[in-house]
């Protein structure tokens, strides 16, 4: 997805995040602040590189502010911003259901 | 249509789709039925958000031991084809559909979950309906409404839309929306499916709560939608089985059983002749003592 415009998904409120994604410069430049960042740093990079790649996004700027937020609300968070800032609705024909 | 199995309602609580600490927090309460909400608590700005945050959550935390809901928006809201196509893939026990007025809105929504279950690999017609009844309209049809389609396992009264739409002023006792109770409370027994009552506003309010929830349990219901954690344990109370119903119901099972094995036509307990709905009311307060964990197979009579 091509990311046109800047925008924000999220808050700042504990157990969350708040994304902001804009246009890059041609590369992938990603910004990480976390409560948590010593410990699980890595893990949530690595969670937020893979959403990015799911959606096909290779350049833009990604700042995170992480308030102890779990993986899945990460991932939720980084997906509604690239939704947000590309201008395109979130395709779900591309996602498995939950069989348990 | 899958087969449906009885699970509990007691009660039914609501966590916010937009706010990921409200989500997490519900997970440790006690209410059977947890309510993941993408629609009044969810501010218009953030459908979106809500939509990815709850579709995550349950495929990567989900809940075990509850019976699990999304509240999607309503039948003629923009934002309802995205939440079905989030919802569905979720694979919820359940979707709650808001403002339910005719028939024709549940089977069409159940129609599409059904083309979605198809396309993604689901068996078709598992997951569940529950239809809240918040206008005359749906009062009116709520018969209907309760007898639409196989997968309506619920209705649920809810009093604020429903007193607004009959012009009427809402009061802590509740006698605006009597009617109403007892209207919806009748099309789920005729349509043999769950009857879940309104909330009880007032959160300070302990002693207006059991008052509240007694009356629910004494008129029928199953359970009860409740606006905060500390209801919880309240109202599961009231819709637990108590002991001396327990053992009463399995008297009345018992006395059914030893008639039919010496072919008896009819069965008396107690100087008392036990009848069909007798005998249907001892196997679902044996069901719902069941589901709430208690183990009727070795209780003493």
Redesign the interface.
Known sequence: MEIKKAAV??TM????CMVTIRPGDGTLDIQLDSDVKVMFGTSILETIQDTLASLGVTNADVEVRDRG?????I???V??AV??ASGE??D?TK?????? | MAEKTIRLKRTGLYASGSTPVNMIQAIFYNEDMLVYDLEDSVPASEKDAARLLVYRMLKEHRPEGKYICIRVNGIYSEELEQDLQAAVRANPDCIRIPKVEYAREVQAISRHIAEIEEAVGLEVGKIELICNIESYMGVLNAQEIAMADPRVVALSVAAEDLTASLKAQRTKAGLEVFYARNAVLLACRAAGVDALDIVFSDINDEEGLRADTALAKNLGFDGKTVVHPRQIDVVNSYFTPSMKEIKYALRVLKAVEEGKQAGKGAVTLDGGMIDKPMELRARTTLAQAEAAGINVERMVL
């Open positions: 998904a999220g409120e504990s157990s969350d937020a779990l993986d899945c609300v991932r939720a968070r997906e509604c939704c947000r609705a979130f779900w996602e498995a259901a939950y069989h348990g």
